[in-house]
């Protein structure tokens, strides 16, 4: 049995089905949470999706559907130690903007590994894999590669690169570039050229053009990017010509997708949209995948860039997304008939998600921070626990802790844990994180304070010079009849602020901190790509241990108004 159908039978335990759904109609984002830089192909009649990891592990998922909005998840790209080593690197570098492409029985994936090797492409014959080790593509001065297959059978690789002579005339003022690519050898091949200076228009001062696609359509050739930068000013701008090769003239009406222009203090906005690719079904309809954040204050979000899906109009032989609406919508109709009439599983809207840890295989939507060098889990000693060492890593550091993570997919809802853990020094701890990035989390753990076990709720600091990598906001004393008992810990959002709880059984909780900041935790203030996670989380922090914690179960609850239509 594959580790695609094990996650539909013992990971997602789905409680409710969006209420968009039920009205015939899709929830966005259709990829909740950390989820972002989408990429899409069409293969008959499946749809493959593909979205950045930077330095999780494993990296680029490979999501499958059959009708746009019901997705699995597929499997990995990067799933091997030899793919990929992330050791050493911030949590937002590593892998940057894959694409996925198809041409001829071969699925191919181009992707940047940002300070460590640079460009790369990867090759299967199935998208659940095995995909091959990268093949570096050194010639490549950039980021975001990705891949055309022309009509008349030949190949190329367009990309973000430097100005012209690296001499920029403003600060943000990139390129778009192209090579002709060698199917047979799987290199670059010919010249270098530049298709797009700056932007839509280089005397506007455009910033960060990248994300490119080319596609055909009609006698034209259709080159699609981001324009604006990653955050509220983000935008889908178009280009076409009648070569491949150029001169692209821009759309008059540019961008195509944005919403930097509406009020801020709108209700539920979407805002950041950009990074698009665009897919046609086979019915002739064209749709577009792309990024967009859900801020839940002004620019404040902590679940990432996300996974958007919208409509593509024609008008005079350009696409334009979102037609004749101003506002990005939460509900669309269904692009087609859906494939099953409810969701196999559920990465959008409201959902509920439990892992009771009773498979003797990973769950593959766990995330690892960066690339495990050791297996430092166990599933099979004790059946029905995750049994976690604890390790000198820690989360502040850029090697790979005991950690494992699952996205934040909701503005609104909770993780939570059980746990059985006995701390044999005040170094000693194991429980739940709520983790943004090395510098920026929420720790709510069982240790020992002297010689007393305690609940201990912490928080990063941000601050190079600080000896420690967490202050102790609050702590629990937990009394001797409860000592040996399972231990339930609980980190809710809502919004600007998390909630920590505790308690000795599941239907009894009890509030050690309330109306913590999670402002701390958002983009805005943290900074990089990433959104945040709920992590089951043990450590020694530096020194060795021989213990380790077992958990028991944890569950994941979303519960965003938007969706309770």
């Given amino acids: 049995m594959n580790r695609s159908i094990l996650f539909i039978l013992l990971f997602f335990v789905i409680s409710c089905i969006s209420a968009g759904q039920e009205a015939n109609e899709f929830s966005n984002p259709i990829l909740a949470g950390f989820y972002p830089d989408p990429s899409i192909c069409r293969v008959g009649s499946d749809y493959y999706l593909v979205n950045s990891t930077f330095s999780y592990f494993p990296g680029i998922p490979v999501f499958h559907s059959k009708d746009l909005t019901d997705w699995e998840l597929a499997g990995y790209v990067m799933d091997r130690k030899d793919q990929m080593d992330l ?63 022309d009509e008349n059978g030949k190949a190329y690789i367009i990309y973000n690169s430097i100005p012209p002579d690296d001499r920029p005339l403003y600060d943000g003022h990139r390129t778009l570039r192209m090579y002709e690519f060698d199917l047979q050898n799987n290199k670059v091949s010919g010249k270098e050229k530049i298709l797009i200076n700056g932007g839509v228009d280089i005397t506007k001062k455009p910033v960060w053009i990248e994300g490119p696609h080319i596609f055909q359509k009609d006698s034209y ?46 209700k539920n906005p979407i805002t950041s949209t950009g990074h698009a690719d665009f897919v046609q079904t086979e019915a002739g309809d064209w749709w577009a995948v792309f990024l967009g954040c859900r801020p839940y204050e002004e620019d404040y979000y902590n679940t990432g860039r996300e996974t958007f899906l919208a409509p593509v109009k024609w008008e005079n032989g350009w696409p334009i997304i979102n ?108 429980g739940l994180l709520i983790f943004q990035n090395e510098n920026h989390f929420y720790f709510l753990c069982k240790s020992l304070q002297g010689n007393e076990s305690v609940i201990q709720l912490y928080k990063s600091i941000d601050n190079e010079h600080s000896k420690s990598s967490m202050e102790l906001i609050t702590s629990y004393k937990i009394k001797a009849e409860q000592c040996e008992k399972e231990l339930y810990l609980k980190i809710e959002a809502r919004g600007k602020k998390y909630s920590f709880s505790y308690g000795f059984n599941p239907d009894q909780w009890n509030l050690l901190e309330d109306s913590v900041d999670a402002k701390y935790l958002s983009t805005k203030i943290a900074g990089g790509f990433v959104g945040c996670f709920y992590a089951l989380y043990a450590t020694s922090l530096g020194k060795s241990s021989n213990n380790e914690a077992d958990f028991n179960w944890f569950q994941y609850n979303g519960e965003d108004e938007i969706y309770k239509r």
């Fill in 87 to 149: 050791d050493g690197l911030g949590v937002s570098r590593g892998i940057f903007a894959p694409a996925i492409r198809y041409n001829k029985g071969v699925f191919y994936v181009t992707c940047t590994l940002v300070d460590r090797g640079g460009n790369f492409i990867v090759t299967s014959k199935s998208p659940e894999g095995p995909w091959s080790n990268p093949i570096w593509l050194p010639e490549i001065d950039g980021i975001d590669p990705s891949m055309f297959f």
């Fill in 221 to 266: 050739y259709y080159l699609i990017a981001a324009e604006g930068g990653t955050a509220e000013q983000h935008s889908e701008v178009v280009f076409r010509s009648k070569k491949v090769d150029g001169p692209y003239e821009p759309f008059t009406q540019n961008p195509i997708l944005t919403q930097r222009h509406l009020d801020p203090k709108r």
């Fill in 323 to 430: 037609y004749s609406k101003d506002e990005l919508q939460y509900h669309y109709p269904f692009p087609m008939k859906p494939s099953r009439k409810t969701a196999r599983n559920q990465y959008s809207g409201n959902m509920a998600v439990q892992d009771d840890f009773s498979n003797e295989i990973l769950n593959n939507n766990w995330m690892f921070l960066r690339t495990p060098k050791e297996q430092w889990y166990d599933l099979k000693q004790k059946p029905g626990f995750l049994s976690m060492r604890l390790r000198p890593e820690s989360c502040s550091g850029t090697g790979n802790p005991s950690f494992l993570g699952h996205r934040q997919q909701n503005l609104f809802g909770s993780g939570s844990i059980a746990i059985n853990f006995s701390p044999a020094a005040e170094n000693e701890k194991a």
